[in-house]
C-alpha cells in the first residue's frame, strides 16, 4: 500500500475547492459580509443591513420607544442605525424593515419564535441579562420527552430540564412544573424563557436548590409544538386554540405528574413540587393546585389568566371557593402572584388579590413595571425559583 | 366570597381585548396572510409573497434547476410562483429574494439553519421523504446532554437520541455514534439531517432496531453549537475552526463513549456500536474506527473526506496502513461507503476503495446521484440503519 499521506496528496487539491464548493451547496446563499448586531462596549448597539436597492430600511424592535427607527445609507449600499442612548440589560427582539417588508437580519442567525412571530434577538448583559446568557457553568440536560396521556388519549411531547450532575448524582430532586402562555407551546420557556439558562444559572450561583424543571403543552388539542407532531410543517401556529381554558389540560394533568415520577428520579410528593406559569399558564396553575390540593406546596401565577374557564361545566372550574378553602387550609408554603401595572390583566389580578385577602389566605405578591411581555416572565422565574424547596 | 364566576364577568370585558392587545406586545408584527408555500394534491407548490412595494420578487431554493424563479404580482400586492412540475418527494429549503435581499418566508415558521444559513423548508411527501415527516408513531426523545471531557479539558454539549419506549423498558440498547460536517455542530443531524424522524419511522416500521444515537459536536475547539455556549450569541456560525481535523476530536472521543455507557442503559460492547458521519464526520468516523478497533463493529461513511488530516504530527493519522490492517483484521460487521456521482469527493473515495480493494478488506458501497449535499445524507443515514444491530 501507499503511504496514505501521498495517497491523499492528489484530493487534496480537490480539498482546497471545499470551501466555495460545500458552501455553494450547503449554504444556497453566502452570509451578508457586515456586523449586526455589534454591540458596543457602552452598551449602544449598531444594527446593519447590507440593501443597495433598498428605498427605506427601518429597525423594529421592543427596545425602541418609537417602535421604529431609520438606518442611513452609506455609499456601498449598507445601511446602519446606532441607538442614541446605551440599551438597559436585557434580551430584545427586532427585525429589519426594508421598504414596508418585514425582514430578519441576514448577519445574525439568532432567531426565536413567539407564536407565529419569529425576530431576531440579541443581549446586552449585565445584572438580571446575565441569567439569561449562557455563562461558563455546570449546564444541565434539556430532553423532548413524550409521555403517555390517558386522559387526553394521546402522546404528548414535554420539555424536561435536568440540573447539571443529574446524571451523576444518583440523588432524587424536586420538581417545578412551569407552564406557557396561549399560543405558546411546550419550547416557549426553554426559548424565549431563556428558562434553562436562568435555571443553570441561579443554580451554579448557589440562589437557587438543583431540581427537575417540567415544561408542558398547555394546548390539549394539541400532541406538540408546531411542526413537531403529525400534523406537519404545513400546519402553521395560532394564538386559539380550542382546548385551551376548558379544563382538559387541568384534569389530564396528573398523568404528567405520574409520568415525571415514574421515569426521573424525583422527590415525589407535595413538599417537593412547585407550579407555575405565565398568563393562560397562570390560569392553568391555579386551577391545578387547587384542583389537586396534595400535589404541590409552591404556586406562582405570572401574569396569570384570572377569568372563567371556557367551559363552565367542567368540573374543574365548579366551586372554587370550596377548592380554595382546602388548598389553603393545607398550608401551600408560597402562593406567589405577580404581574406588571401596565398588564391588562392588572385588575384581575387585583381583584383575586382581594378575594384571597377577603378569605385572609397568605400569599406574596410582586409587582413590577410594564406589561403582559417575556420581558417580565423571565423576570418573575428568576425571582421565583429562589423561593422554591428551601 | 361572591361566586368567584361572577367576580370574573367584570374583567372578561379586559379578556376580550387580549387577542389583540398580547399579540400587539407578544408578537410585535403579524402574520402575512397568505398561506404560503401551499403544496397541492398534484405535489405542485405554490409559493406567495406580499410585498406591494417590491420592484421584482424571486424564490431562490433547491428544487429549481435554474437556481431562481420570478413570482407573478397581482392587484393585492401579493407575488406568486407555482412550479410548472409536480415536485418529488424530497424535503427543500427555500427563501424569497425581493429586489436583491435575501428574506425568509414571513408565512412560514420553518426554517432550519446550515452553518451561517437559515432558509425556510417545506416537504413533499411520499416515498422515502415520508421518513422525514413527524408521523403518528411511537416517538423517541431528543436531549441536549453536557458530558464532561478530560482529554479536552471541558464539558461538551451533544445531542442523544432515546427510543420510543427507552423509560419504560429497562431493557439495554446498541447505540450509534452519528457525526456531522464542518461547519455543522452536535444540532445538525437532528435538524437538516431529519435523524429523529428517520430512526422513529424506521424503528415503527420495523426495519431499524430500536437504538440511542448520540449526535457530537465535532470541532474540538468548541463547547457547543452557535449560541449555546458561553461564546454568547455575538458569536456567529462559520466553516472553519481551528481544531477540526487534527487529530482532537478523535483522540477525545473515548470520552464520549465513556459518558453514554455510564450515563445511559447501553449494550456496552463492540458488537453494539455502531459509528458513521457525513464529510468531515465520515473522516472522524474513518480515523476513530482504526484507531480504537475494539470499539465500532459498524462504520459509515457518508460523501467521506478522504483526505490528510490537518496534523500530520498526531498519532491518530499516524500508521493508517497498519491500523486499517488491525482494524479489518477484527472482521467489523460492516463497513459502509456512501456517495453520489457528482460529489467533489468523488475521486477520493474511490481511491480509498481501492486501497481497500488492494488489501482485500470487505465493505458495502452505496452510489447514488447529486453531490454533497444533505438530500444525500438522509438517503444514507436511512439506508445504514436498517442494517444495524441485526
Redesign the interface.
Known amino acids: 500500500?501507499?503511504?496514505?499521506?501521498q495517497?491523499?496528496?492528489?484530493?487534496?487539491l480537490?480539498?482546497l475547492?471545499?470551501?466555495v464548493?460545500?458552501?455553494a451547496?450547503?449554504?444556497?446563499?453566502?452570509?451578508a459580509p457586515v456586523v449586526s448586531p455589534e454591540?458596543h462596549e457602552n452598551q449602544t448597539v449598531t444594527f446593519r443591513l447590507r440593501?443597495?436597492?433598498?428605498?427605506k430600511v427601518q429597525v423594529?424592535?421592543?427596545f425602541l420607544s418609537k417602535g421604529v427607527a431609520d438606518l442611513v445609507e452609506n455609499k456601498e449600499g449598507v445601511w446602519e442605525y446606532t441607538t442614541p442612548e446605551p440599551l438597559k440589560p436585557e434580551l430584545y427582539?427586532y427585525?429589519f424593515v426594508?421598504?414596508?417588508?418585514?425582514?430578519?437580519d441576514?448577519?445574525?442567525?439568532?432567531?426565536i419564535?413567539?407564536?407565529?412571530?419569529?425576530?431576531n434577538?440579541?443581549?446586552v448583559g449585565g445584572d438580571r441579562a446575565d441569567l439569561y446568557?449562557?455563562?461558563?457553568v455546570?449546564?444541565?440536560?434539556?430532553?423532548?420527552?413524550?409521555y403517555d396521556s390517558p386522559s387526553l388519549g394521546m402522546?404528548r411531547?414535554l420539555t424536561i430540564y435536568t440540573p447539571?450532575g443529574y446524571?451523576?448524582s444518583g440523588k432524587r430532586y424536586p420538581v417545578f412544573y412551569l407552564l406557557h402562555?396561549?399560543?405558546g407551546d411546550e419550547n416557549a420557556w426553554s426559548e424565549l424563557g431563556r428558562a434553562t439558562q436562568i435555571l443553570d444559572n441561579l443554580i451554579a450561583q448557589g440562589k437557587a436548590e438543583p431540581m427537575i424543571v417540567v415544561m408542558t403543552n398547555g394546548n390539549a388539542a394539541l400532541e406538540?409544538a408546531?411542526?413537531?407532531?403529525?400534523l406537519?410543517?404545513?400546519a402553521?401556529?395560532t394564538?386559539?386554540l380550542p382546548k385551551t381554558m376548558e379544563g382538559s389540560f387541568e384534569t389530564h394533568f396528573p398523568d404528567v405528574v405520574k409520568f415525571v415520577d415514574?421515569?426521573y428520579r424525583t422527590k415525589a410528593n407535595k413538599k417537593n413540587r412547585a407550579i407555575a406559569g405565565l398568563?393562560m399558564g397562570g390560569f392553568h396553575s391555579l386551577h391545578i393546585s387547587k384542583q389537586y390540593p396534595d400535589m404541590f406546596n409552591y404556586v406562582g401565577l405570572f401574569s396569570a389568566?384570572?377569568?372563567?374557564g371556557k367551559n363552565?361545566e367542567s368540573p374543574i372550574?365548579q366551586d372554587?371557593?370550596g377548592k380554595l378553602a382546602t388548598q389553603f387550609a393545607k398550608k401551600p408554603a408560597l402562593y406567589w402572584i405577580a404581574i406588571g401595572k401596565t398588564d391588562?390583566?392588572y385588575?384581575?389580578n387585583e381583584?383575586?388579590r382581594k378575594?384571597l385577602d377577603?378569605?385572609g389566605y397568605p400569599y406574596e405578591y410582586f409587582e413590577n413595571e410594564d406589561?403582559?411581555?417575556?420581558k417580565n416572565w423571565r423576570i418573575y422565574l428568576s425571582e421565583f425559583v429562589p423561593r422554591l424547596f428551601k
Open positions: 500500500m501507499r503511504n496514505s499521506i495517497v491523499c496528496i492528489a484530493i487534496c480537490a480539498f475547492l471545499m470551501p464548493e460545500a458552501l451547496q450547503q449554504a444556497l446563499w453566502g452570509k454591540i440593501a443597495p436597492k433598498a428605498v423594529t424592535g421592543d427582539g427585525s426594508v421598504d414596508g417588508l418585514k425582514v430578519n441576514p448577519s445574525n442567525v439568532y432567531m419564535r413567539d407564536v407565529s412571530t419569529i425576530t434577538v440579541f443581549i446568557k449562557v455563562n461558563d455546570p449546564h444541565g440536560a434539556v430532553s423532548k420527552v413524550w402522546d411531547r447539571a446524571e451523576m402562555g396561549m399560543g406538540a408546531p411542526g413537531e407532531s403529525s406537519g410543517w404545513e402553521q401556529p394564538f386559539q415514574k421515569h398568563s389568566a384570572i377569568m372563567p363552565v372550574y372554587m371557593e391588562f390583566l385588575k384581575a381583584e383575586y378575594l377577603e378569605k406589561g403582559h411581555i417575556w
